[in-house]
Structures are given as structure tokens and as C-alpha cells.
């Protein structure tokens, strides 16, 4: 126990800092159901994996025309408006990891883009996913909204 107060007594707040978070990648990276996580990772993206591992939630995938798809985890009960949160959550997560500082206005996304599973376009936001046949690792797009002349 001594030798550890040695050590604490010896470092500094910015290399304990970095042992850690060099621990926990290799922790992560060392286990199968968390090694597909970043290694910034939030305690939210955490608790979103286990409940997927235990069933409570679903993982979809959202697909963008040029960019790579993003995984959005979602309870199997989620309604589309629910869905709609979880991606601009996601998408929050995804730019700070990035670095971008591009202001995404929500609102404009989904006056301009339905998404859609299999053709089927999820219009009405009380509606429940599962009602429109999304189930775990699926793949749903954007889909440009037509005009209403």
C-alpha cells in the first residue's frame, strides 16, 4: 500500500489523467462487447450499450448520403419523434468528438427530410417505431420531403 502512496505522491493531476484514460482504452479495447466504442467515451454511450446488450433498447443505423453511417441507440418503445432526439444527440456527440463547430438547425433538418426504412417514410412523430417495422440494426435514410404544391 505504501508503494501506491508513492506513486500518487510522485505524479501529477495531468500524467494520472492520462494513465487512466490509457487504461481505459485498453480496457476497452480488450472486451468484446465494448471494444466497437470510442475511447472518449460518455458514461451516456455506456449505459445506451449495456441496455442494448440486455434488450431494453435497439441500435439503428442512419445512413447519410456522403458521410458514414451513424449508430443510434434508441428504447425498443421509442416514438419517431424519440428517434428524431436520439440523432441530434448522436450527432452533437459526433461533432465534438470531431471538432466541428458547424450549428446544425434541427428544425430546417426536419421541415426538409423524412426519414425512411425500406420506402416507407416515418411521418408522424407520436407514432411508434416498431409500427413502421423498425426493429434492431436497421438502416434508415434521409429522404429529401416533396413539395406540397
Known sequence: MSNIDEVASTISHDE???????????????????????????IEEILSQ???????????FISREEEPALKVIVPQKATVWDLKKAIARHFEIHQKRTGSKVKISWKYIWKTYDLNFDGIILDNNNSLIEDYGVTNKITLTFKKRRKNK
Open 16 to 42: 494520472l489523467l492520462e494513465i487512466t484514460q490509457s487504461s481505459l482504452c485498453t480496457l476497452l479495447n480488450c472486451d468484446s462487447l465494448l471494444c466497437d466504442l470510442p475511447s472518449d467515451i460518455i
Open 50 to 60: 449495456i441496455a442494448v446488450e440486455h434488450g431494453q433498447s435497439i441500435a439503428i
